[in-house]
């Protein structure tokens, strides 16, 4: 029950031949986030902002905030990997960053409105990558791994999805819905 409540979604998997497809819809995904997210938390009050999704969790405010955080790290990694030649990126603590008193008081909407501006920007690039930009890869400081601006885009797909699916389910569970 734990791993479920952790990876509503599984595990991030991303397959070894990317399709343009799947990018397409992979896109489609972090494109379509920022409404689908503000849809599922629009009329939460701020008791229910700060219950966590599951025992030793976020609460659904630090998980919004966390979306923000995490994905501009990750727009910035793909102009870094645009414009330098596999860089290693800049790491950040995560978990360090949503005990922040931002990030655990801040209003939603903050974030909500970040994430949209941010999102449109990002899919903005993302669309206009040529298959020579996709195959550029950043190296990760922690695993040493080289990652690819396609596996990238899956990755965020996935975290978008993994997060909005944290929220609902803690929705069903509560009957919030």
Not at 111 to 137: M, P, Q, R
Not at 138 to 162: Q, R
Request: charged fraction near 20%; aromatic fraction near 12%.
């Amino acid at each position: 029950m734990l791993e479920h409540l952790k990876y509503p979604i599984g595990q991030v998997h991303i397959p070894t031949e990317i399709t343009s497809e799947q990018i397409a819809t992979w896109i489609s995904d972090i494109e379509n986030f920022p409404s689908t997210l503000e849809k599922l938390v629009k009329n939460l009050s701020e008791e229910q902002l700060n219950t966590p999704y599951r025992d030793g969790g976020w609460t659904v405010r630090q998980t919004i905030h966390h979306c923000g955080d995490s994905h501009v790290n990750s727009y910035v990694r793909f102009k870094w990997t645009l414009t330098e030649n596999q860089p290693t990126i800049k790491a950040y603590y995560e978990a360090s960053w949503a005990e922040l008193f931002d990030t655990k008081n801040a209003p939603i909407e903050l974030s909500l409105l970040f994430i949209k501006a941010l999102h449109a920007k990002w899919v903005y690039l993302l669309k206009g990558l040529s298959d020579t930009d996709l195959e550029k890869v950043f190296i990760h400081p922690e695993s040493g791994d080289a990652v690819s601006l396609k596996k990238n885009i899956g990755i965020y797909a996935w975290h978008c999805n993994h997060h909005y699916a944290h929220i609902e389910n803690l929705l069903i569970r509560n009957n919030w819905v």
